[in-house]
T-cell receptor, first 112, second 112 residues
Framework: RKEVEQDPGPFNVPEGATVAFNCTYS??????FFWYRQDCRKEPKLLMS???SGNEDGRFTAQLNRASQYISLLIRDSKLSDSATYLC?????????????FGQGTILTVHP | DAGVIQSPRHEVTEMGQEVTLRCKPI?????LFWYRQTMMRGLELLIY????????DSGMPEDRFSAKMPNASFSTLKIQPSEPRDSAVYFC??????????FGPGTRLTVL
């Protein structure tokens, strides 16, 4: 079983749609969680951290369920510029401090 | 401020040749990571350093791969001899006292 699993998509949605991505992780000792965004032929960049209480940044909402080892990202009112690959990322902490494990990514295409 | 710098940006070489990839982390960062990204396997951590010391090289595929960090501002990833299956995008990333990593633009390697 992969350490971090995501639905690879692709998701094709019209502008203005709401889209949700899910992710599960296998290591219950994982400490912190993130969503990174990667544009085509570019490097990954941090989109947002994910907190246990859930957090929101504009049109983006991230949720964490530690009991189910499940992370989600919700994008409301999709824009063309949201088209990218979204990577679910887990940080182990402890003796693995600093080390991130990346999911395979979910591809999103927003069309006019 | 300069981000993570990688060189070369593109490298085309023939099987059997030695390839050296270079990385300059963000000044002051104490962690440096080397990743490989392919369509099939996604983003894989190869090795990472903390204060110039290799911490975990379990992701290095085989003895043909080696990495060094002679000082806080420079690291190399060497492949000798290179093989066609090494073709991928190689990213370097750095971080400072936080799981958030900042990625360089990557080196796109093609081994013929």
């Amino acid at each position: 079983r992969k350490e971090v699993e995501q639905d690879p998509g692709p998701f094709n949605v019209p502008e203005g749609a709401t889209v949700a991505f899910n992710c599960t992780y296998s290591n219950s000792a994982s400490q912190s969680f993130f969503w990174y965004r990667q544009d085509c032929r570019k490097e990954p960049k941090l989109l947002m951290s994910v907190y246990s209480s859930g957090n929101e940044d504009g049109r983006f909402t991230a949720q964490l369920n530690r009991a189910s080892q499940y992370i989600s990202l919700l994008i409301r009112d999709s824009k063309l510029s949201d088209s990218a690959t979204y990577l679910c990322v887990v940080h182990g902490g402890g003796t693995s401090y600093g080390k991130l494990t990346f999911g395979q990514g979910t591809i999103l295409t927003v069309h006019p | 401020d300069a981000g993570v710098i990688q060189s070369p940006r593109h490298e085309v070489t023939e099987m059997g040749q030695e390839v050296t990839l270079r990385c300059k982390p963000i000044s002051g960062h104490d962690y440096l990571f080397w990743y490989r990204q392919t369509m099939m396997r996604g983003l894989e951590l190869l090795i990472y350093f903390n204060n110039n010391v290799p911490i975990d090289d379990s992701g290095m595929p085989e003895d043909r791969f080696s990495a060094k960090m002679p000082n806080a501002s420079f690291s190399t990833l060497k492949i000798q001899p290179s093989e066609p299956r090494d073709s991928a995008v190689y990213f370097c990333a750095s971080s400072f006292q936080s799981p958030e990593q900042f990625f360089g633009p990557g080196t796109r390697l093609t081994v013929l």
